[in-house]
């Protein structure tokens, strides 16, 4: 992603692993997008099981958006 993106909910700034996971849990044609917490609250989780997720797929290395 060239260009900054922020929550669209609270507006902090994301990391590429926020982006990642929301493309993977919500939509890969997502054009804007949820922090962790944000993203916790809409799946109705909270943030470590979307933390988990994110090391899950980093560690597996069988997802191209987490390389």
């Known amino acids: 992603m060239a260009e ?3 929550c669209r909910e609270c507006g ?3 990391t590429g692993d926020e ?3 929301y493309l993977k ?3 890969r044609s997502a054009k804007d997008f949820l922090c962790i917490d944000c993203l916790g609250k809409k799946l109705n989780c ?3 099981p979307i933390e988990e997720r994110i090391r899950y ?3 597996s290395g069988n997802c191209v ?3």
């Open 46 to 48: 909270g943030r470590k």
């Open 4 to 6: 900054h993106q922020t």
């Open 25 to 27: 849990l919500v939509s």
């Open 65 to 67: 958006l987490f390389r």
């Open 19 to 21: 982006i990642a996971i």
């Open 12 to 14: 902090v700034s994301l």
């Open 57 to 59: 797929y980093r560690e």
